[in-house]
């Protein structure tokens, strides 16, 4: 990503504007900041593909249209004594971030842009708005409802990598949103969450993985096939890895608040898209003994460290919070 003095002037605005964004308490302040994370990773997205340039239209579209909803529900909220545009100002955020039921856009732009630009909008880009949400405490049981719903039902036809990951990082923020009120809570489920996407997302670039049906063929060695396996099961919550303490401090939260309800969902949610993770590397395992050694000690030591992650990480944080 960062072959050129450009992309790294436009990574470190990025990186600004989002800590700024997370260390203030101003709505105003959060949504320059938001505008100016904006502005930097659409130069990021930028790439030779004939796709690309779509994607990027789409994103400045939409991310313009939610910016004007959402600094119009600002002011008519310091207008108003009442504040009945809060809710314009949650769901112009979840339609930032993707999130369902306004993931459409999300979903078809996906495919233009790098697995680089694809991992920090799924992680980075999204502590903004998430901060800014948390700042807004709304009552947000129908969208989060929602969100679990909708992925669940579309991801079952998917055969590309990256619209199974954007479905999953919908049910991903789904969770994100139910820990907005307690900031340590999703701040620590987002770090979680960053490190498992980061440990998918370098597979699947390094093995040119577009496809499902690739990831059998594509794995260089047997632990590249071990690590994508694990993370992708860690991804889904399967204990003990590091995916798992994310659905402990979520199930935390709805126990907490007595939503037996969205415990219910949650819980329906979680064991399908289990199940769907385990049905995509089903085939992928089956071709596990059949690789050769050839080129194993040559990342050896890099894959075993990427392996650990997701066993040692937990552990360590349930032995932190004890």
Known sequence: MFNNSSNLMFFSSLTFSISLAMSSNSMIMIWIMIEMSNMS???L???KKMKNSESIMKFFIIQSLTSMILIFSMMMNLLETENNFML?????????MGGAPFQAWMISMIEGIKFETMFIMFTVMKLAPLNLISIINLNMNMIIIISLIIPTMMIINQTMTK???AYSSIINLSMML????NIKMWIYFMINYFL???LIVTELKNNKVKFINQMMFNSKTKLSKMNMAISMFSLGGMPPLLGFFNKILVMK????NKEMLLMFLFMISSTFMMFMYMKFMTSYLMFYLSMNKTGLKKKSLNESLKLMINFIFL?????SKI
């Open 178 to 181: 139910i820990l907005t009120s």
């Open 253 to 256: 939260i709805i126990i907490e």
């Open 196 to 198: 498992i996407m980061y």
């Open 163 to 165: 619209k199974m990951l």
């Open 41 to 43: 990773f659409i130069p």
């Open 45 to 47: 997205m930028m790439n």
């Open 88 to 96: 314009m100002m949650l769901l112009s955020l979840i339609m930032k």
């Open 315 to 319: 552990p360590m944080i349930i032995l």
